[in-house]
């Protein structure tokens, strides 16, 4: 699948659950915080449906992530079929970490099961590792049981394990050298996160917006100039620098200050109730779980995906007076 301005369509981001065990400030404001109704939400095997079509269109990423996808029950028996879909190739999970360490069996934990399911690697949220500041940015005080699942996602020996923290004035702007001292010490890849005007546009302002520019100016100030990686990718629009005198990677997501952010999109959303978003920082999403639940063909589907790719547009709107129609709990990131 490919767009009008050349974007390939490689990489499919499953939200699974607009639920969440935690409150970001940034993610979910007081206001929004109900949940849709069960019969909303895409079932298991409609969701699984549809990322086998958009296999068959090209996707060959998935990322699984919600809401917190780990509170959804069945997620293992989910993810156990996406690995034998052809074409998949990487299977990725989103996750605030807090439920990683949980025991599922006497001998297993989440994180194990996950990696026995299929999933490949995991993006691990986390802003700070100040126990008082962490429980303001997310309304719980969960940091312990997020260094747990930390702990159990490195045992249970994933691919890649990245940890994601968002840039906040005012909140964590201390806690970038922490952050990738914590990472250096667990061979970790740690990625620093604008803020955006998701969710509801008050979830970013002036003071408290940190650019990655100002987030690298702090940096180097304690280690010197960073020394780009061009040759270096993930998945996404990540841009990656070496530490100096180290073998320690960090990476920066600019989506607000970059304007070749857009440039190489490879992404398509689905969110937990059906809707397929070919930008996350646009309005337009178009509901494919009424054609799905009408008894739509294979053929039907795929022609709706080719749709939707068209209507990718070729930047984000976050820079325009961008209004949230939904809000980034229920988009997934
Ligand atoms: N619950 C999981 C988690 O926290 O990683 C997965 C879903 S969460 C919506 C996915 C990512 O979106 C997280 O890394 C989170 O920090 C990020 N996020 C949420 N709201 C954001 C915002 N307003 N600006 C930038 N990133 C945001
Ligand atoms: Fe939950 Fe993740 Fe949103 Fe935080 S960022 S409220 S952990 S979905």
């Not at 970001?24 to 079932?43: D, G, K, N, V």
Request: net charge neutral.
């Amino acid at each position: 699948m490919q767009d009008r301005y050349g974007h390939r369509i490689s990489y499919l981001r499953v939200s699974i659950t607009d639920r969440c065990n935690e409150r970001c400030s940034y993610c979910m404001p007081q206001e929004l915080q109900e949940w849709l109704p069960r019969h909303e939400i895409l079932t298991y095997e409609e969701t699984l449906r549809l990322i086998r079509i958009a296999a068959e269109l090209g996707v060959s990423k998935v990322r699984i992530t919600g809401g917190e996808p780990l509170t959804r029950r069945g997620i293992l028996d989910f993810v156990r079929p996406i690995p034998e879909i052809p074409r998949i190739t990487s299977i990725g999970l989103s996750t605030n970490g807090t439920l990683l360490a949980r025991e599922i069996t006497p001998t297993k934990t989440m994180a194990e099961a996950l990696r026995d399911a299929g999933v490949q690697s995991v993006n691990i949220s986390l802003d700070t590792l100040d126990a008082a500041v962490y429980s303001q940015i997310t309304g719980r005080d969960f940091l312990a049981q997020v260094l747990d699942g930390i702990d159990a996602a490195i045992a249970a020996g994933f691919d890649q394990i990245k940890l994601n923290a968002v840039l906040m004035r005012g909140r964590n702007e201390d806690q970038l050298l922490p952050l990738i001292e914590f990472a250096a010490e667990r061979n970790l890849l740690v990625r620093f996160i604008e803020l955006m005007p998701v969710s509801t546009t008050e979830v970013l302002n002036e003071s408290n917006f940190m650019s990655v520019m100002a987030a690298k100016r702090s940096i180097q100030s304690a280690y010197g100039s960073l020394i780009p990686e061009t040759e270096f990718r993930t998945n996404g629009p990540a841009t990656y620098y070496q530490i100096p005198g180290r073998a320690q990677r960090i990476g920066f997501i600019g989506a607000m200050t970059n304007m070749h952010f857009c440039e190489n999109c490879n992404k398509l959303r689905l969110t937990c109730d059906g809707k397929l978003r070919p930008c996350l920082g646009s309005y337009l999403e178009f509901d494919i779980m009424g054609p799905l639940r009408a008894g739509a063909s294979d053929e039907e589907l795929k022609q709706f995906f080719v749709n939707v790719v068209d209507r990718k547009p070729r930047e984000h709107d976050f820079r325009n007076n961008y209004q949230p129609n939904r809000k980034m709990i229920a988009i997934g990131g």
